[in-house]
T-cell receptor, first 110, second 113 residues
Framework: GEDVEQSLFLSVREGDSSVINCTYT??????LYWYKQEPGAGLQLLTY?????DMKQDQRLTVLLNKKDKHLSLRIADTQTGDSAIYFC??????????FGAGTRLFVKA | DAGVIQSPRHEVTEMGQEVTLRCKPI?????LFWYRQTMMRGLELLIY????????DSGMPEDRFSAKMPNASFSTLKIQPSEPRDSAVYFC???????????FGQGTRLTVV
């Protein structure tokens, strides 16, 4: 069935790059998303990539998609303490629902 | 638009009581989702609606949970009777088209004592 997996925790030093990884199982995924959840708040869409793309860059964020391996990553350059949050990987196939991973909690050490 | 609106933001109730969580999706969105988030299990999809019709409720944990969407602008998630293990943050989300990016509410933090 459909599944999205990601590691639960990541700790980096301020100024370093963060790389959050995700794997998914549904090869017919059309959209792949990264959401960010700050403490006490709901999830907010951070960025997304279409399945026919390999890479998308948006300022400090770089999304890489390896469709063959069903692997998605989010790279945050020059990580700041304000980037501390939970990051969710998600996929949808254009059907009725979006499947979310459990979330990766990013800790940024000053 | 004010976004997805959930109420209440916080709910503390005693075990055995009925709890009703409310959601107002973004106007014009035709898909609505209820999620539950806990530290142990992460984000879980409970049920989703398309055009007010429940499509998949396989994520609803037990018969104690029920959800309704009487019209395009309102949905409820009810737990009756509530149990301490239901304590979690419950999110409602809506999207414009099936499979499009979902917009989340602020969540309802439920504590059952």
């Amino acid at each position: 069935g459909e599944d999205v997996e990601q590691s639960l925790f990541l700790s980096v030093r301020e100024g370093d790059s963060s790389v959050i990884n995700c794997t998914y199982t549904d090869s017919s995924s059309t959209y792949l998303y990264w959401y960010k959840q700050e403490p006490g708040a709901g999830l907010q869409l951070l960025t997304y990539i279409f399945s026919n793309m390999d890479m998308k860059q948006d300022q400090r964020l770089t999304v890489l998609l390896n469709k063959k391996d069903k692997h998605l990553s989010l790279r945050i350059a020059d990580t700041q303490t304000g980037d501390s949050a939970i990051y969710f990987c998600a996929e949808s196939t254009g059907g009725f629902k979006t499947i979310f991973g459990a979330g990766t909690r990013l800790f940024v050490k000053a | 638009d004010a976004g997805v609106i959930q109420s209440p933001r916080h709910e503390v109730t005693e075990m055995g009581q009925e709890v009703t969580l409310r959601c107002k999706p973004i106007s014009g969105h035709n898909s609505l989702f209820w999620y539950r988030q806990t530290m142990m299990r992460g984000l879980e999809l409970l049920i989703y609606f398309n055009n007010n019709v429940p499509i998949d409720d396989s994520g609803m944990p037990e018969d104690r949970f029920s959800a309704k969407m009487p019209n395009a602008s309102f949905s409820t998630l009810k737990i009756q009777p509530s149990e301490p293990r239901d304590s979690a943050v419950y999110f409602c989300a809506s999207s414009l088209e099936t499979g499009g990016s979902a917009f989340f509410g602020q969540g309802t933090r439920l504590t059952v004592v």
